[in-house]
């Protein structure tokens, strides 16, 4: 027999919830975390919850472990895209997400997932899970985003069944016109890896800064530190380039808390050895 392995995101003890995450966190110039060059603290900011929060998955009205954690990356690529470039951007994000599906896994019985969604501001990346964790989570995620244009130009992931699925996504939108549609079908059917990862090249250098927002379970000098973390995880990617702007004005948390599609759907910290012995099936702690 092998040796047992240890899933570094399943906790092996729970630690008691602190107070919900009610406190307006900080923003990061009045941090001690100065952010280096080439980055400075007017692109990397923490929002300030208020009355807007992320809707999450039902949970007990208790201060409990359950967290949320949103990166948005800020570029105005998106809400000028091509046709081709949004076909593209479709491609990368199917191919992203079955890339992702081991860590997502690993992640699940931990009570884990994520998200990724590109919106007019760029790339919203959210997270679910447990305080204890879901750091750990984020950076590894945000470090698959970081290698996947090389994972991509390897050859590693083959574009045909993600081409099928974004036809077949692109056939039901809504919101396409039908020459735009005509375009990104066109486009989808004759992708290449190499199409798809020079779009997430430029996607990501065109990246001008992020903010983030956190709730749950999660202190705002926590919510601070993982920003820097994943800041730097990602400082040798995204950055200016020669024909973007920084944006005039850095949405608020209400432009992008829409409901995450959080992936993997079984994603639940009843898995955790114990959890099932101090809370019942609808997750409330008895008194």
Partial sequence: LSSPVFNPLIPTSLRPPRTANDKVPMDLSASDNTLSSPFDVERWMVLA????TIPLPRSPPEANYRCAFVLQLLSSRPARASA???AYAELWKLSFDAAAS?????????GLAYEVRFNKYGI???FLGLS??????ARRMIQL???HQARLLAGNDSMSSFRTLAVSNANRARDLS???KRLVISTLQQATEFDVAFEGISFLRSCTGGVCFSQGDLTPSETESLLYDLQYILKDSIGRSDDEEIPAVVPSIKDFIDTPSWKP???SPCYIAGVSLISDACGRVPR
Wanted: glycine content about 6%.
């Fill in 145 to 147: 985003v970081v290698k």
């Fill in 132 to 137: 204890q964790t879901l750091p750990s989570y």
């Fill in 265 to 267: 759907r079984n994603a």
């Fill in 178 to 180: 039908p020459t735009r």
């Fill in 84 to 86: 081709e470039q949004a």
């Fill in 124 to 126: 919203r990346v959210s």
């Fill in 102 to 110: 081991d860590l997502a896994e690993l992640g699940a019985p931990g």
């Fill in 49 to 52: 919850p208020n009355q807007y």
